[in-house]
């Protein structure tokens, strides 16, 4: 049984992951540890394990892998230390707010001789597995183009700060669609258009919203929304949604459709109560079977980087006003 911890319970996702942790007969959830030692301490409280508030005694306290879901900016820190303690490390998307400290995070893991997985959840969508497998059939014939939108609410918190996020919608909101296409498509992106800006009212001086033109290998053209457009009284958090255009037809994903709506009176709103599939279960099953078999977790952190260098693309493009190229760090 694969004994884990939490490091930082900063990330929304970090609640999910852990909730999972508690579901999955093959894991024990052993420690919380958290540089906010209120917080920790309450996270432990609600998922029934303990906090430790020394990193040094929590890397030590007979974990065999951590879930890492502090701010942005904090996630090389802290893969580095846990790397060097000889821990498989899975971490929150995006893997870092730089190429350069993908790759030093990659390089610590590989030193250390642990894994090293990025949170991305969607490759675990029954939807988006059935598609992909019917791209790998070849019933679409070749892909020619996409139309994709990850649309969620405003986080707010340390989301709105550049200093502790390192980007705004456009960063949060990209990675996860450039990491499906890329594992969808087995290409890479080469190019890049963004027109972005604070364009919603959020409480941030950070981009809301971005509108992204992107280019695959092969000449697979892709436009994205990105964008915390979602108000406070929407359903969910928000959406991912690709539509394919193939040689053989097209292809229309809502991921996240799954789902009743539910009139509650308390909250004086419509709900989404999602009765489909988990992907963060899928996420986390894969990666604690990473751990318990001493392999690299199916979603890598190479490919953590090469969703985060789409987004450096895009930042460039929009600070620039002209296409960038998408460029590829060594691994």
Known sequence: ??????????????????????????????????????????????FGTTFIADLEEFLGSGIDGVIVTSE?????????????????ILCEKPLA???????????????????????????????????????????FGAIYAA?????????????AQMDLAGGGATMDHTVHVADVLRWMLGKEFTKVYCENGHLLGRDTDLDDAGCLQMEMEGGVIISHIASWNRAKSFPTWGDVTLELIGEKGVVYIDSFNQKLNVYNDDAMKTEWAFWGDNPDLGLVADFVAAVDEKREPSVTGVDGMRALEVTVAAYKAAAEGRTAAVQRAAC
Request: charged fraction near 20%; charge should be neutral; glycine fraction near 8%.
């Open 1 to 46: 049984m694969a004994k884990m911890g939490i490091m930082s319970f900063a990330h929304m996702h970090a609640y999910s992951y852990a909730a999972c942790l508690n579901e999955l007969p093959e894991a024990e959830f052993v420690a919380v540890w958290d540089d906010d030692a209120g917080r920790g301490a309450a996270a432990a409280s609600q």
């Open 72 to 88: 942005n900016v904090k996630h090389r820190a802290m893969v580095e230390r846990a790397a060097a303690a000889g821990k498989w």
């Open 147 to 159: 139309s994709c939108t990850n649309n969620g609410q405003f986080p707010g918190g340390w989301f």
């Open 97 to 139: 707010t730089t190429p350069a400290d993908c790759q030093a995070m990659i390089k610590a893991c590989a030193d250390a001789k642990v894994g090293l997985g990025t949170a991305f959840p969607c490759r675990y969508i029954q939807s988006l597995l059935a598609v992909k497998q019917q791209i790998d059939n070849g019933d």
